[in-house]
T-cell receptor, first 114, second 111 residues
Framework: DARVTQTPRDKVTEMGQEVTMRCQPI?????VFWYRQTMMQGLELLAY????????DSGMPKDRFSAEMPDATLATLKIQPSEPRDSAVYFC????????????FGEGSRLTVL | RKEVEQDPGPFNVPEGATVAFNCTYS??????FFWYRQDCRKEPKLLMS???SGNEDGRFTAQLNRASQYISLLIRDSKLSDSATYLC????????????FGKGTKLSVKP
């Protein structure tokens, strides 16, 4: 059963530390998304890739966040330095684009920055 | 108007009730819309797609009103297992790949 895999599932770190989250999209999917979810803001789009090319990262704080797809099987989201306000659940999702609108989400990475 | 706006609820209903949620959107160029379901501490999953005036799948009916720019989700004969948060989803700028999620409407079905 194909699924999006995210690591780590849970991460507790101290302010100022670097955090890297990884995602393995479903094989054959050409779109990859990073979302951040908090109670206050809901699901916020951070970055969007199509065929590994970044198409939209307007929702991502550029000074501390970076997103990359070094190859088709790996997407990374890095926060450096992390701050307490970055505490959230980070979801990676992949899809085929087009009209279906179906995104397949990973189980999320719960980040707590102390 | 926000890109996607939903009543956060919670909607507390008894089993067997019919419940409806609305969602308004700002981009009049959007052609397709989606409802996702998110269980507590889980990832969102696609529930229904809405491409024209509406879509029906068992107890669930989604309807689209383009003139007023809102979509609705109707759940009939609600079950305890329907308790979840329902997210309204709209493509940003007409792009089918880039989806914007509403903050969700929380539904709690009670025995």
């Amino acid at each position: 059963d194909a699924r999006v895999t995210q690591t780590p599932r849970d991460k507790v770190t101290e302010m100022g530390q670097e955090v890297t989250m990884r995602c393995q999209p479903i094989l054959g999917h050409n779109t990859v998304f990073w979302y951040r979810q908090t109670m206050m803001q809901g699901l916020e789009l951070l970055a969007y890739f199509r065929n590994r090319a970044p198409l939209d990262d307007s929702g991502m704080p550029k000074d501390r966040f970076s997103a990359e797809m070094p190859d088709a099987t790996l997407a990374t989201l890095k926060i450096q330095p992390s701050e307490p306000r970055d505490s959230a659940v980070y979801f990676c999702a992949s899809g085929l684009g087009g009209l279906t609108g179906e995104l397949f989400f990973g189980e999320g990475s719960r980040l707590t920055v102390l | 108007r926000k890109e996607v706006e939903q009543d956060p609820g919670p909607f507390n209903v008894p089993e067997g009730a019919t419940v409806a949620f609305n969602c308004t959107y700002s981009n009049s160029a959007s052609q397709s819309f989606f409802w996702y379901r998110q269980d507590c501490r889980k990832e969102p999953k696609l529930l229904m797609s809405v491409y024209s005036s509406g879509n029906e799948d068992g107890r669930f009916t989604a309807q689209l009103n383009r003139a007023s720019q809102y979509i609705s989700l109707l759940i009939r004969d609600s079950k305890l297992s329907d308790s979840a948060t329902y997210l309204c989803v709209v493509p940003r700028g007409g792009s089918q790949g880039n989806l914007i999620f509403g903050k969700g409407t929380k539904l709690s079905v009670k025995p």
